[in-house]
């Protein structure tokens, strides 16, 4: 009977240092899917998951979250007569493209969409020639306000109308670039100043990171 008592001891031991081992490895997979990497704008852990929405495209069609999954997305908010940044935003992201032509991910299931958050002069027929004016393949769509609202509430975008002289108006608006990825998730956003080369190499480092977390 004394001689056994080793063994047991030992046997404990051992299911004591796996039972260890298992939860250091289970802690280690918690942590590597939650940890942040060095990637500037990076959503995460816990991205936005945009949810239902309905706005109207350029051609008169709907646009819904039904337009966005299985695309990677390049979605800014704005109005066609903004005067600087609406424009130069626009004017950067043709670059952004030009720059992922190499790009499978973007090549194949990449867009840009501009939201127009001024409706009432921001017609379907004005905003299509006004996003075909900086590249034919870009995607446009408006909405009434509380249709907008439902979209720009679930990534924290704000716009207002600023009144002007006489019945004039300009509107004031989140000037950020947001990413969206195919399951709708809202992974990265791009402040002021734009930058071509820093996006297009930002997106390749978030659609990475994208990739080995799924």
Known sequence: MSAAAPRVQSNALLALFAFAVLGAGMLF???????????????????????AFSLTRADG?????????????????????CPDVCPGTLSVLK??????????????HGQVLFVS????????????????????????????????????RQIGVIFSRIPGSGDDYT????????????QLRVLSVFGLPHDATEIAARYRAVVAFAESHR
């Open 95 to 108: 670059q952004v493209k030009a720059r992922l032509e190499d790009d499978a991910s973007f090549r194949e």
């Open 117 to 152: 958050v001024d409706p009432e002069r921001d017609t379907p027929a004005r905003i299509g020639p006004y996003v075909r004016y900086f590249d034919e393949s870009f995607e446009a769509a408006t909405g009434p306000e509380d249709a907008l609202t439902t979209l720009t």
């Open 29 to 51: 997979a918690v942590w590597r899917g939650n940890q942040k990497p060095d990637i500037p704008g990076l959503l995460w852990p816990d991205p936005p998951t945009l949810q």
């Open 61 to 81: 069609a709907a646009f819904t979250e039904a337009n966005l999954r299985g695309r990677w997305t390049f979605m800014f908010f704005g109005f066609t007569q």
């Open 171 to 182: 509107m004031d608006h989140t000037a950020s670039i947001f990413l969206v990825d195919p």
